[in-house]
């Protein structure tokens, strides 16, 4: 029978008087250099924001604040800014900067704006959470693709006459 364990680590890290939950089956900690190490089904939520991914390793300052999250192996994410504009996307590796509020997303990102339904593509793609500022890269020359949703007048005035 394979139980799945899960690992509460339920951080007093004062990340804007929110809470960072850490779920997963394995844990190990490093107390000299300030690594925590989570793997299997990681699960981390703060707020309204979740991350999930095979591997999280969150690195803290000398007074066990978090100054850096990295999460690598099929990560996805639903994120929430200070504006209140909602994303959710996936990528193969996202770096978190609590200090800076921001979000960094590489290697096979798609990122999705749920308030108007861009949609981003690329190889780097980072979100800062504080001002809504996005910006986007891709490797090697390959373009970043941007979708935005249009409304078409002419159908919408055409449904509206029937």
Not at 45 to 68: C, F, H, Q, W
């Amino acid at each position: 029978m394979n139980k799945f364990i899960f690992i509460a680590l339920l951080c007093a890290f004062g990340l804007d008087a929110q809470e960072l939950k850490v779920f997963s089956a394995n844990f190990k900690a490093d107390q000299s250099t300030g690594t925590s190490v989570f793997t299997g089904n990681v699960i981390v939520t703060k707020g309204l924001d979740e991350l999930n991914a095979s591997k999280v390793t969150i690195y803290t300052d000398s007074n066990r604040k978090p100054i850096k999250m990295v999460a690598e192996g099929d990560v996805s994410f639903y994120i929430v800014t200070e504006l209140k504009e909602k994303y959710r996307g996936k990528s193969q590796r996202a770096v978190y900067l609590p200090n800076e509020k921001e979000y960094q997303f590489y290697t096979k990102v798609d990122l999705i704006r749920l308030d108007d339904f861009r949609r981003v593509k690329g190889d780097k793609v980072v979100v800062n959470t504080t001002y809504g500022h996005a910006s986007a890269d891709s490797a090697k020359n390959e373009p970043i693709m941007m979708v935005f949703t249009l409304e078409d007048t002419n159908s919408t005035k055409k449904g509206k006459s029937k």
